[in-house]
């Protein structure tokens, strides 16, 4: 029996990451889970990233600090206000939600990179999604396209000969809800996880920033109930 | 009178991009110096670049840890031993050296993308060189082709109506001896830079690793010498 394949799953400990690592486990991946602290507000994604890989049986866990200097100006890292009601994301004048994070994407998949090829992983899976989403432009397909063109020239496995190292985008083209329902037909506990932008002080999401409103419409809308208890 | 341009500068405090940093310098940018921390071996280079940026002038100079359980598997990084002498590099059956360190260049201009956002540069400047190099696949120059056309789409640069970002590798097709020839026109003092992969333990080159002999080599041919003392 020949072994498992391996993939390295970004995982932020959120509904779509989570969702993510259990697709990419279902699909029979030998998972490693990749974490980043880049100082964002929400350091209960980090606890919740841990709880979730703990609880999908990960074969390694790296929570990897980020220098956040490198990622200053954006409402998720700086004295930004997050915006929060009715009229969802604040976005700027070219249409970039204000909770934008100058390259966070580049910066996790190149770091998802160095990793995979540290432990011998083929495949990088990664929960961008271009439905329900916040307007980011490294969530689009193209992006992800010219990323995956990129690490094609970039490392050892992109020298001929290798096994190229394949880029898994599962949740690109689903809506929120058809996410939320994949993760409950594969068994995900979403009472792990934790979306929110600006939680309280002791962990409890607000229900009304653009990731908390994107998470609730599309548990609603896959006919459930989100398991998390809000302010 | 217009602000001069910004540029984000990678800075290793190697002999390459220290003349990279005063070619940016020269073409009137105002620079933002990067170094990264990512447990390297030569950690005398994180003191060679904190010279070199101090004697530049840079706007700004960051060292950036890196968890370097993500570039594990080089010799640069790892365990095992720095290959010395005339027969050069020590490559792998697939031609790439064992100093290689996965997703490299990727990883640092990834960062350099994310800080060129904060900082507002439109320019980002790399001293990767594809003729006197040690044939790493992230030096190339469709490499770097490939990184530009997924930046253009990563971040808000890349949305209609802004600047695009460009990255400048102005030392991709000099030898080792244009370079040192440029740097000294450009009066760059050479006796600040380190490029040893495995220097002493007091910090002198050893004269003998791939990094050492490719310089020294450069010296030479430029009929110039060498500043530094070596081991």
Known sequence: MSEAPKA??????????????????????????????????????????????????????????????????????????VPKGRDAETIDQQGIPVTYVPARNTVFLSFALAWAEVVGASHIFIGVNAIDYSGYPDCRPEYIAAFQAMADLATKSGVEGR?????????????????????????????????????SADGLPCGHCDACRLRLNGFEAAGSRDPLTYQ
Chains 1, 2 share one sequence.
């Open 8 to 81: 390295v799953v970004l995982l932020s400990g959120g509904l779509d990451s989570t969702t993510v690592l259990a697709i990419a486990k279902r699909q029979g991946f030998t998972c490693y889970a990749l974490t980043f602290n880049y100082g964002q507000r929400h350091k209960f994604e980090l606890e919740a990233a841990r709880k979730v890989a703990e609880s999908q049986g990960v074969a390694e866990h790296i929570i990897a600090n980020i220098d956040w200097r490198l990622f200053g100006g954006s409402a998720l890292t700086d004295n930004i206000e």
């Open 163 to 199: 096994q190229k190292l394949q880029i898994h985008t599962p949740l690109i083209e689903m809506s929120k809800a058809e996410i939320v329902q994949k993760g409950l037909e594969l068994g995900v506990d979403y009472a792990l996880t934790m979306s929110c932008y600006d939680p």
